[in-house]
């Protein structure tokens, strides 16, 4: 388990974890803040990337988005008429 009981920076231990995630990131983008949960416990934790560990990632095409059919609800569907 990492975890901190401070928010000042000088007394955070540094340690490193791989952790791969694919994210869509803007061009302009200087940093980009990620929360973690483990599902254990339901502790959340935050780390930050910045833009020169962004540059450093390599590079994925973007895929191509892919369309799901919604279903549409009929209205003796849609429950009671609450007037």
């Known amino acids: 388990m990492i975890s901190a009981n401070t928010h000042d920076t000088s007394r955070l231990t540094t340690t490193l974890i791989r ?9 302009k983008t200087q940093d980009v803040r990620l929360a973690i ?9 935050t780390f930050e990337v910045d833009r020169k560990t962004i540059d450093a990632a390599p590079a994925a095409p973007t895929p191509d988005p892919k369309l799901t059919a919604s279903i549409e609800r009929k209205s003796s569907d849609a429950g009671p008429d609450l007037k």
């Open 19 to 27: 952790l791969p995630v694919s994210i869509r990131v803007p061009r």
């Open 37 to 45: 949960r483990v599902e254990d416990t339901g502790r959340i934790g």
